[in-house]
């Protein structure tokens, strides 16, 4: 099981999959040199996400696995460096405060909000499993604070955790760009979870009040699942199109011409990425981490979280631009969405390795 000496050995000890993150590995391909383990959880049902699992990467679900085996497990692959995704497995920050050896990384995409509970932990982290690491790697600023907060140095942390599949982004602006320059869609389109913090409820309330107010021919699509998914029903101007594959993503976004998401609560938001490089203006809540990088006056606007107000003015506001200056929006979200790409990400990991 464990690789050749001459390769080099990366662990990662990881929560939930995402394919983003499996798309990151995809690009590791590119380098044979490289020799990667990824111990999981299990699929979360709230997201059944149907994955392509990259050939070149080793994947060892968590549940098979008790704290014993996979001590076992990790003295048998002898890693150079071992990334550890945060602290909610308490299995994982045992097994690592007794392994010496490699490199150890925490990664996390917790922001800083200067919460009680925050505060204590960056008080704390000097005599607890924290010192342990040697690194961090994060997505992006505001997760740097914490990490500084955490007690991490400058030279002690890297930004750029999280990348979406540009190829598959990008191709779908490519193939749709010509269509909206032509008609762009008046179709305002939710991705996430249908749970209360991603602004769902006051989305379709916002949503609705302005077309009683003054009807138009906009309509809003949302596509996820969730609790709060049974509450809400189709009506001539809102659907809801259920759960979709990250690789069925092209139908929704090609039919749609403005992303929305009014998050209260966001750590990062992957998926600002994702419609930044399919080429979707957006409107933002500023608790959205992503937004930092992907969003900016050309092709955003920000709210605050949980206003309904400031959504019905940004949702009124777009309704009332002309379709050359969405277009022009939408040319400026896929430049910004080139700033993060899997490879950037690769880059970033190797650093790692170095002595």
């Given amino acids: 099981m464990a690789g050749s000496k001459n390769k080099h050995q990366v662990v990662f000890l990881f929560s939930e999959l995402s394919y983003y993150f499996l798309s990151c590995l995809d690009s590791l391909k590119q380098h044979p040199e490289l020799s990667v383990s990824v111990v999981h959880w299990d699929v979360n049902p709230e997201a059944p996400f149907q994955f392509k699992f990259p050939e070149h990467v080793q994947f060892f679900r968590r549940s098979d696995f008790d704290d014993g085996q996979l001590a076992n497990l990790l003295e048998e692959l002898q890693p150079e460096v071992i990334f550890c995704a945060g602290w909610l497995d308490k299995g994982y ?12 990384v925490l990664t996390m995409d917790n922001q800083w909000r200067g919460t009680l509970r925050q505060h204590i932990a960056s008080l704390a982290s000097p005599f607890n499993f924290i010192r342990m ?146 080429g979707m203006p957006m409107i933002l809540s500023e608790a959205v981490g992503s937004a930092d990088q992907f969003a900016n006056e050309g092709n955003a606007i920000i709210i605050k979280p949980g206003s309904k107000a400031q959504l019905k003015h940004a949702l009124s506001s777009f309704m009332s631009k002309s379709d050359e200056d969405l277009i022009a929006m939408a040319r400026s979200s896929v430049e910004i969405g080139q700033s993060l790409t899997p490879a950037m990400w690769a880059e970033s990991l190797f650093s790692f390795l170095e002595k």
């Fill in 133 to 278: 690491f040697d690194e961090i790697w994060v997505p992006g600023k505001k997760q740097k604070k914490f990490a500084k907060k955490l007690g991490f140095k400058k030279k002690q942390i890297k930004t750029g955790f999280y990348s979406a599949d540009l190829e598959y982004f990008n191709g779908i602006y490519n193939r749709c760009i010509g269509s909206k320059t032509d008609h762009f869609p008046h179709v305002f389109l939710f991705l996430g979870r249908y749970v209360p913090e991603k602004g769902i409820d006051i989305l379709v309330e916002a949503f609705e009040e302005l077309q009683n107010e003054n009807e138009n021919d906009w309509e809003l699509h949302c596509v996820g699942t969730g609790k709060l998914r049974s509450e809400y029903l189709d009506t001539q101007k809102i659907k809801h199109l259920g759960f979709v594959q990250p690789y069925e993503l092209e139908g929704p976004i090609s039919k749609a011409g403005v992303f929305v998401l009014p998050s209260t609560f966001e750590p990062w938001g992957l998926v600002v990425h994702e419609c930044a490089a399919a």
């Fill in 93 to 104: 920050i045992s097994i690592l405060k007794d392994i010496r050896g490699p490199k150890k």
